[in-house]
């Protein structure tokens, strides 16, 4: 999917844990199949993407899901992923990615 295909295109651990629909995007190696591989994510940088979502207009709480409807057209989709490479880079920049 496109987070994952995102991260890997950015050389950054981004993955997605969840249902599509309500999916959480996280910073981190392995899969996280409980509370301890949850916790050994990077927290600051999950929250910190979902900053600069809010600040290129994606509405989200940072550091938790992002909620998807029928309301949002592949249109919406295709523009949630440009505006997601923006705030990696810029997650990156705030020095909470490898570069």
Known sequence: GGFRD????????????GPPAIGEPLFGEGEVHDLASYNATNRPAAVAFGEELLRRGIFCRPGFKLYVSTAHTPAHLDQTLEVAEEAVRAVRDRGLLPS
């Open 6 to 17: 995102l991260g890997r295109r950015l050389s950054v651990p981004l993955q997605v844990i």
